[in-house]
Every structure is written in C-alpha cells, then in structure tokens.
C-alpha cells in the first residue's frame, strides 16, 4: 500500500519525547480476503466484493482472516502509559532493559492544561482542570521528583552500582522504548478500548496514530471496524426491550424520562441513553416556588 509505505520508519510524534514508529507490516486488504476465500478456492475479485467481504466479516465477527495482518511498530513512551499498555496479551514485545542500558535523561511532563482534579463519577479518570497556579505548583513538584530522582540514579551509576539496582527508584514518567508486534485483529480491540473517552489520555495520543498506521495498511478493514465496533454500540437484552417499548409508543427524544418504562437501574439507562443520543439523563430542575412574605404593609 503507498499510503503504509509512505509511514515506514516514520517517527509520529506522540506527548513531548514520545513517538509510534511503523516498522514492518505484513500483508493488507488483499490477504484478508484471500484468507477468507481460501475455503472454496477463490482469491481476491474487484475492490467493491472485496469491501463487502471484509466489512460482512468484520459485521459477523468472523476475525481470524484478519489475524493474517501484522504490523511492527517502535514506540517511546512513558512506563506508566507502557504499564497499561502491556495488559493487551496478545502481542510480542522487546523492550529496552535498564539491567543493560543506561536510562536517558528523558521524562513525561504533562501540559498545565493537562493538571485535572479527580473526577466524580470516575474512579480512574480525571475531571475538571484546576486553577492555573494549581497547575503550574503541579508542575514545579514533578519536575523537582524528576531531576532528583534522576541525579541519583546518575550518582549511583558513576559509583558502579549495578544498573539493575540503581534504576529501582526511577518514577513512572521515565520514558522507556520497545519493539511491538501484533495481529490486526488484536490491534483493533486495542484501538477499541484505547480510543474510548475513557481512556487516559496519555495512552488514547498513542492509539490515535496507531490507528493512522493500522488505516494506511489495510484501510477496508479499518473502515469496517469503525462502522462496527469503534464508532457502532451494542446494545443489552435489556437495552433492546427499551427500544422495543420506544417504537411502540412512538418513540422517544433525548429529554424523555425512560425510568418507567424499564426495570433497568439508573446506571443502565444512562449507558443507554449515552449510547443512543450522547448524554445522559440531567437531573430534574428543583421547583422553585415563591416566598409568601404576605401583604405589604
């Protein structure tokens, strides 16, 4: 593909010292097809059948065909975003080791804009942004941690403490590199999890141009899995008996109070409702009645 050919060994800039590089990659929408018609003998026909194959294959969850494309990447990134990272099992990775390499002076420093309280409803999210001189004292603190943490470390390596000890009190925001492969299949349910609103931002910034690399390479699949997974939503047994008593009262708009109509909890129906218009339920405006200050006098 021109377009995957044009990004190899591209360094796509990812936070301040970060970045996603595409290395290799093996086959594209091609194989994926062929892979699919290998089973009455029939390879790739015209890009229109082709499209519909991959995106009835990505519809039905008939995924493995997709497996059959794999991409390389080098990526730099800060440990705590790898941290998270590695949780997705189904790739192999080499990753840059601190017992044989000295560490570079390199850490994640996030914008002010970036400095946010922790948010009320989300447990491992963040929320609003704090005050300006909030953000910046945020800032002082962890590049003061940074720069000790790092000159001791630099310290016990001009001592000749082993490498493997004295990195032990580097932080989380020390930038680490690795080589990364994975299947396409696998790659999109990354993409899936790691695009979502939810996701830390700092890990969503790296998702982003892994999808730009994953879409240069196989872009009917890509196209398929934004159709079907990454922009679609799945909907409950429950969820679907609400659209179900919906219809047959002649439909609902986003301001409608679902609650009766469903034995669904809250929580549920406010998913839903993200799901179908975008926002949950507000809250009801409190009544305000007026004062009886009686006649005037």
Known sequence: MPEAEALLDQQLQVLDH???????YLGGDARIVQAARVSYGEG?????EDRALIHYLMRNLHTSPFEQVVLTFHCKLPIFVARQWIRHRTARLNELSGRYSVMADEFYVPDAG???????DNRQGSGQSVPPQLAAQVLEIVMRGQQIAYRDYQGLIDDEVARELARINLPLSLYTEWYWQIDLHNLFHFLRLRLDEHAQYEIREYAKELARCAKA???LAHEAFEEYVLL???LSRGELKLVRAMLERGGFDAESKLGKYTKLPKRRVDE?????WGVAEQPA???IKPVDRGEPE
């Open 18 to 24: 970060g970045f996603v590089r595409l290395v290799d």
């Open 44 to 48: 790739t026909k015209s890009v229109r």
């Open 114 to 120: 970036r400095v946010q309280r922790q948010s009320e």
């Open 217 to 219: 390479v196989a872009p």
């Open 232 to 234: 679609s939503a799945r």
């Open 272 to 276: 839903f409702r993200r799901k179908i």
């Open 285 to 287: 405006e409190p009544e």
